[in-house]
């Protein structure tokens, strides 16, 4: 089925949400297995926690595991919190375990998801914030570029980057559509997406 990735803007470029759907309602034994790879491919080596509601057929596994990219305080450890969710049809993942909660709460109709703003809109394949991609873009390069340690990589991004990525945010948002087929070639348009939200 389809899949689908997604970065917010509070987030960091290294921890998409990522998105599969399966082809029928997840039962307990099917979020077992999810929750087993998530286990073995992330390498956590606790058993993590994990839940699945079967009257509603969401479910969550949690797990920690070092990395030098995650958060700490001070000296302590490093972590990230990889985190699986499954909402019925829909299989979630991502470093940072906060995001798939965000992102269940969504799938639960908590929240509403910015899809709702295209009812009849199944060829929209992507939406791009420039806004939202331009502070998360800025926000990783001088991430990157401690300005003790980089000063003449840094200063070069904020005289030279750093105006373009103010003028990309200036953008409306687009929605990228599939449109007529030619051969094995599928043509897309790019169009404002007025109905655009917010993370």
Known sequence: ???????????????????????????EAVANGFFALAKTATRVKEEGSSTFDAQTGIGEWRGEVRSRYGWGENRSPRVLQPA???VRQVVLFSPDGA???????????????????F????????LIEPEALA????KETFAALPPREEPV???????YLAPRLDALARYPA???????ASGAWHELAWEEAKQARRE
């Open 84 to 86: 699986l969710g499954i």
């Open 1 to 27: 089925g389809p899949a689908a990735v997604c970065w917010y803007q509070d987030a960091r470029l290294y921890t998409p949400v990522f998105a599969a759907q399966l082809k029928a309602n997840a039962d």
């Open 153 to 159: 990589f840094r200063n070069a991004a904020e005289v």
């Open 99 to 117: 995001l798939v909660h965000k992102a269940l709460d969504v799938g639960n109709k908590n929240y509403p998801a910015i899809g709702d703003g």
């Open 135 to 138: 502070n998360l873009l800025k």
């Open 119 to 126: 009812a009849g809109s199944d060829d929209v394949i992507a």
């Open 174 to 180: 687009q929605r990228v559509r599939i449109t007529a």
